[in-house]
């Protein structure tokens, strides 16, 4: 016994506990992890990595460095994973134009889908990460589910009804009408800009597709009630008021008054 008391007072003994306990703890995430089943089903191939290279060398380098480690003007794109590549460059934010506070989506997209996946599938050689969706995650999804989990992770940003929403330091949380379904995934994948992510261990596959079938039911929704004033709330209706409203009513009384005497 007092043996053994020795040699769990031994130096040592802390460290070999410490790494056990991390050894432990990546095999039960590995294990437990959610499948790789969420990602696009295609593989990409030696000549779309070669390809993709060349293509981030020619438009991209300048800002994330040669290997894509990054500089003064651009993040290190290292494990970001194919799905950043996809939502920033299919949406038009990437290449960015010009140096601001936030990458705005663009009109105009400057690559085709091929050489879109080729980018992707290069960064993805550079390290481990997100993937892009598979098409079965994009659709199909529980609309009061999905209204729950946006009103819970979302509103505060987004605004209840999708409507965008101004951040701080000139940044802003864009409207999310009319987006589509893979960008939404995308953009809860990887929290683009000032956006927290939401992996698939604290928001699983599944509530983001139901996420994306709440969005996709407002984009549909007729406001029977009247002009939706931009569904920003009170704030929309105040400025209505007060603009437009009072001034038209000062307007009238005036005017009979006037029209009376």
């Not at 091929?114 to 659709?139: H, K, T």
């Not at 000139?170 to 800009?193: C, D, R, S, V, W």
Request: charged share 15%; glycine share 14%.
């Amino acid at each position: 016994m007092k043996a053994l008391a020795a040699r769990r007072r031994h130096p040592a003994a802390f460290v070999l506990l410490l790494l056990f306990g991390l050894v432990l703890m990546g095999g039960s995430y590995a294990a437990f992890a959610p499948s790789a089943a969420t990602a696009e089903g295609t593989t990409a191939s030696a000549k779309d990595v070669e390809t993709g290279n060349k293509l981030f060398l020619a438009n991209c380098a300048t800002c994330h460095g040669m290997n894509a480690t990054g500089t003064a003007d651009g993040p290190s794109l290292v494990g970001v994973g194919a799905a950043a590549v996809d939502f920033q460059v299919g949406t038009g934010r990437m290449p960015l134009a010009q140096q601001g506070v936030q990458a705005l989506r663009g009109d105009r997209i400057m690559f085709t889908e091929e050489q879109i996946r080729q980018m992707a599938a290069y960064v993805a050689s550079l390290g481990p990460g997100p993937a892009v969706p598979a098409e079965e995650f994009l659709s199909g999804g529980n609309v009061a589910k999905g209204g729950e989990i946006f009103r819970v992770n979302c509103t505060m940003c987004h605004n209840y009804a999708g409507s965008g929403g101004a951040l701080t330091r000139g940044k802003f949380a864009p409207p999310l009408h009319n987006i589509e379904g893979k960008y939404i995934y995308e953009a809860l994948l990887t929290g683009p800009q000032s956006m927290p992510v939401f992996n698939d261990m604290n928001l699983t596959p599944e509530a983001k597709r139901d996420v994306i079938a709440y969005l996709h039911e407002l984009d549909k929704n007729n406001n029977t009630g009247g002009h939706a004033l931009g569904s920003f709330g009170p704030v929309g209706d105040g400025f209505f008021l007060w603009l437009i409203a009072m001034p038209i009513m000062l307007g009238a009384a005036v005017w009979l008054g006037r029209k009376a005497a």
